[in-house]
């Protein structure tokens, strides 16, 4: 059974900085690729960032490179999201993620569904 637990959102101002954790219980958690997405208002879900199994490999979406950091602690079972320079766009529901597979590239989220969390909601103001 794999539970997920995202937290660290919040309200801030534009050009501000949130960090986002995401604790993981699950067994053999260094063993999973992992990865963020959000949700907008009326939008779809979207893909933000991801890292392979073995943190060879990180990926971004345009909107957020160079803004956004994505890491991983594998003593706490826990993924981050740094968030730096955000802007107004930024808001939505942020959304953990994790391979239902083990040995997952980077890319694992574009063949797999994977299990996700609750969201954390991020408000960016102008």
């Known amino acids: 059974q794999v539970q997920i637990v995202e937290s660290g959102g919040g309200l801030v101002q534009a050009g501000g900085s949130l960090t986002l954790s995401c604790v993981i219980s699950r067994r053999a958690f260094n063993n999973y690729a992992m990865g963020w997405f959000r949700q907008a208002p009326g939008k779809e879900r979207e893909f933000v960032a991801s890292m392979s199994w073995n943190e060879d490999t990180t990926r971004y979406s345009d909107s957020v490179k160079g803004r956004f950091t994505i890491s991983v602690d594998n003593a706490k079972n826990t993924l981050y999201l740094q968030m730096n320079s955000l802007k107004p766009e930024d808001t939505a529901v942020y959304y953990c993620?994790?391979?239902?597979?083990?040995?997952?590239?980077?890319?694992?989220?574009?063949?797999?569904?994977?299990?996700w969390g609750q969201g954390t909601q991020v408000t960016v103001s102008p």
């Open positions: 993620n994790t391979d239902t597979r083990p040995y997952g590239s980077s890319t694992y989220y574009e063949s797999r569904f994977g299990y």
